[in-house]
């Protein structure tokens, strides 16, 4: 009995033992993670417990990951809202991205500022719009726009038929644009004709008059879009912009269709160009472009597409095409308006109908020749199948 009760007791005893030597190790493992940790810092994610707290979402590898947000609740703390995935259908920008751009230069907005462009009195003008040939007018009502007055005739209707081209597009980042006779007996112009005189325009020239817009900055052209890139893909990591930038490559997507469909050579492609002998030119602002404080981008300055861009298209095109080639993320509207172009091969007929009906002046200016229309809708069917082979490419992705 009494040995029965030994035996016992020295079994206990060494569970105790037993249990007090792991219970040590554990402990003193722990307290070399925890110093670890101290030494890595709280945002290391080195360590399991930093691992497991980070969200699946967030520890894949998507290639279009969503655009991340901070929020702040009502008891003020903070937590990481995922916004949905700035692509669909593999080629097209999200709708939701699309609901969330600047407004740019509404219908409504154009048709009432022009209206007030054809009444107002000029009051003064003055440099201020590129060349010293164009002018920068202050109406009666305290508002401006610039004059411009063409080197030729070519490059006042080049300006004035891709403001209507942008608008049959869609795209709503070219300033509304009016044309005007200042030489004419129109009083509109009578408190200016000394000055007029003075700038030795030619007789009943047509100039034209866009909206002047103030507080304009700068706009260099984004990376994916330089010729060390490879290109606005949709590969390219998307989740590591920010929303103010995704808004603005969406916007430069509208941008390369427009310039490639009226061949304007004096914007991104001129700085292509200039790479020959300016290793730095992309690191500057981009000609012809600007960008309002709310995150509009402002085409300026169209009047070397179209016509005289058609003109002088042999040697621009390389870089037409390559800028197109380099994009292959698009606003579904635009894709949809350059499809319904392609498939009716009508081009001419409704930016002729939009031109004539929106400007009193639209006989006195001209349009397209039959060369440059044809020339127009061939660009146009460009575009849909660059658009058909991303869209082969990617969709499935």
């Known amino acids: 009995m009494d040995m029965r009760?030994?035996?016992v007791n020295s079994l206990a005893l060494l569970l105790l033992c037993s249990l007090a030597c792991v219970l040590h190790l554990f402990g003193g493992l722990e307290r070399r993670l925890e110093r670890r940790e101290r030494e890595l810092g709280p945002s290391s994610a080195k360590t399991f417990r930093a691992l497991l707290a980070v969200p699946?979402?967030?520890r894949s590898n998507n290639l279009s990951a969503?655009?991340?947000?901070?929020t702040t609740t009502t008891?003020?703390?903070?937590?990481?809202?995922?916004?949905?995935l700035p692509l669909e259908d593999g080629v097209f920008w999200s709708r939701s991205l699309e609901a969330r751009l600047p407004a740019g230069f509404s219908e409504d907005r154009a048709r009432l500022w022009s209206q007030r462009a054809r009444a107002q009195r000029v009051v003064s003008l003055e440099p201020g719009c590129g060349?010293?040939?164009?002018?920068?007018?202050?109406?009666?009502?305290?508002?401006?726009?610039?004059?411009?007055y063409g080197i030729n005739a070519e490059q006042v209707q080049g300006e004035t038929l891709a403001y209507y081209l942008a608008k049959l597009l869609g795209i709503s980042n070219v300033p509304p644009l009016v044309l005007a006779q200042p030489s004419s007996a129109e009083q509109q112009w009578a408190h200016v004709r000394q000055r007029v005189d003075g700038l030795q325009w030619s007789g009943r020239a047509v100039v034209s008059m866009t909206e002047w817009i103030a507080n304009l900055?700068?706009?260099?052209?984004?990376?994916?879009?330089?010729?060390d890139s490879s290109g606005l893909r949709p590969t390219m990591d998307l989740g590591n912009r920010t929303e103010a930038e995704l808004l603005e490559l969406v916007q430069w997507s509208d941008l390369v269709v427009f310039d490639y469909l009226t061949a304007n050579f004096d914007r991104l492609v001129s700085n292509l160009f200039s790479l020959q002998w300016d290793s730095r030119v992309m690191e500057r602002n981009t000609s012809n472009l600007l960008k309002t404080p709310q995150g509009v981008l402002v085409f300026i300055d169209n009047e070397a597409g179209l016509v005289h861009g058609y003109r002088v298209l042999d040697m621009w095109e390389r870089y037409?095409?390559?800028?197109?080639?380099?994009v292959c993320i698009f606003r579904r509207r635009t894709a949809q308006r350059v499809a319904a172009l392609h498939r009716y091969r009508d081009a001419r007929a409704r930016l002729f109908d939009l031109y004539r009906d929106s400007e009193p002046l639209a006989a006195e200016q001209g349009f397209l020749s039959d060369e440059h229309a044809r020339i127009l809708q061939d660009r146009i069917d460009r575009v849909y199948r660059h658009i058909l082979h991303c869209k082969g490419k990617y969709s499935q992705l």
Not at 320 to 326: D, G, I, N, P, T
């Open 56 to 58: 699946a979402v967030a």
């Open 5 to 7: 009760a030994v035996s």
């Open 75 to 84: 008891n003020g703390s903070t937590g990481v809202q995922r916004d949905p």
């Open 320 to 326: 037409h095409s390559s800028v197109l080639r380099s």
């Open 217 to 227: 900055s700068g706009v260099v052209t984004p990376s994916p879009l330089r010729p």
């Open 66 to 70: 969503g655009i991340t947000t901070t």
């Open 131 to 148: 060349r010293t040939s164009n002018q920068l007018a202050t109406f009666s009502d305290g508002s401006k726009a610039c004059v411009r």
